[in-house]
């Protein structure tokens, strides 16, 4: 059984950063691309960042240049480092991975005050 563990989240004014965290379980790690995603309220959920299994990192144009994705091997760890915020970043942010199916972590809340 995979699981998703996120942390980091919680209240911050504009401008400012949070590092969210993904703790993975249940497989191996190294071989999986990993993701974030966020749902803002009333709206669906939107993609934010990628980081296949080799590394390479793609980002959605709203964050591209704010926000940055990495992962530890080692620990099985995927990370999000947000700057920058802005109101609109406001949402409930989830881990993302693929194993033949997808798996999500239970999401941790993200609130920018104007």
């Known amino acids: 059984q995979v699981q998703l563990v996120e942390s980091g989240g919680g209240l911050v004014q504009a401008g400012g950063s949070l590092r969210l965290s993904c703790k993975v379980s249940g497989t191996i790690f190294s071989m999986r691309p990993m993701a974030w995603y966020r749902q803002a309220p009333d709206k669906q959920r939107e993609w934010v960042a990628t980081i296949s299994s080799g590394g390479t990192t793609s980002y959605a144009d709203s964050v591209k240049d704010r926000f940055a994705i990495s992962k530890d091997n080692t620990k099985g760890t995927v990370d999000l480092q947000m700057n920058n915020l802005k109101p609109e970043d406001t949402a409930v942010y989830f881990c993302?991975?693929?194993?033949?199916?997808?798996?999500w972590g239970q999401g941790t809340q993200v609130t920018v005050s104007s």
């Open positions: 993302w991975t693929n194993t033949g199916r997808p798996w």
